[in-house]
Every structure is written in C-alpha cells, then in structure tokens.
C-alpha cells in the first residue's frame, strides 16, 4: 500500500537547521510529485514546497526561498527537505504529500503522519 514517512523533525534553536526527509513506498516515486506542508497551531496548513516528477521543476513559499531545498532520490525513494536558518515561525507540524499528476499544484492524494519542527531558543 502507498505510505509516506516523514522523519528528522526536532528542537533547533533560531539560525538551525534541520533536514527533513519522506521515505515513500508502495508506488514509484519517480512518477509523482511531492510536496511538503506544514501546520501550525492555530492557523491553516501552507504550502512549504515541490518537487515535480523526475525533479524538473521545485517550488517554495515565499518565506521558505532562500532558506529551504527540497530534493529527491528516486533510487532510495526519498524527498528531502533541508531547512537552514531556521526562525521560531517554522514551528509546526510537516507533511509530505504525493501528487499523482506529478505536476506541483495539483491536488494530493496521500499523506505522511506529519514530523515536529520545534525552533525555539
């Protein structure tokens, strides 16, 4: 069955990093997007970045560009997500998301359990 693992997730201090990763199986990654979320208490869950499928193409919030890099390994199945310089705003819950057109901005079709991001001095 298709299921996506997000793991790395922890307490980092302002100025941080942490590098996030999706383990995915079940289905063949190299045929699908994949796009990383995030939701914080209280407030609605946003977009952090894609990756399009064979990772021709990447897309990040606007907050997120300059500080985060998504990439991917089809051969271990696996998206990453490193995120330097961390601020206490990152602090949220973050999900991976399989893209079945394989094309970012398109709509999901599974999700991970989600890793905490906690940034906090």
């Known amino acids: 069955q298709v299921q996506l693992v997000e793991s790395g997730g922890g307490l980092v201090q302002p100025g941080g990093s942490l590098r996030l990763s999706c383990a995915a199986s079940?289905?063949?990654?190299?045929?699908?997007?994949i796009g990383w979320f995030r939701q914080a208490p209280g407030k609605e869950r946003e977009g952090v970045s894609c990756?399009?499928?064979?990772?021709?193409?990447?897309y990040y919030g606007d907050s997120m560009k300059g500080r985060f890099t998504i990439s991917r390994d089809n051969a271990k199945s696996t998206v990453y997500l490193q995120m330097n310089s961390l601020k206490p705003e990152d602090t949220a819950v973050y999900y991976c998301?399989?893209?079945?057109?394989?094309?970012?901005?398109?709509?999901?079709?599974?999700w991970g359990q989600g890793t905490q991001v906690h940034v906090s001095s």
């Open positions: 998301a399989r893209i079945p057109t394989g094309y970012c901005f398109s709509s999901a079709d599974y």
């Open positions: 079940g289905f063949t990654l190299a045929y699908y997007a």
């Open positions: 990756v399009s499928k064979y990772g021709g193409s990447t």
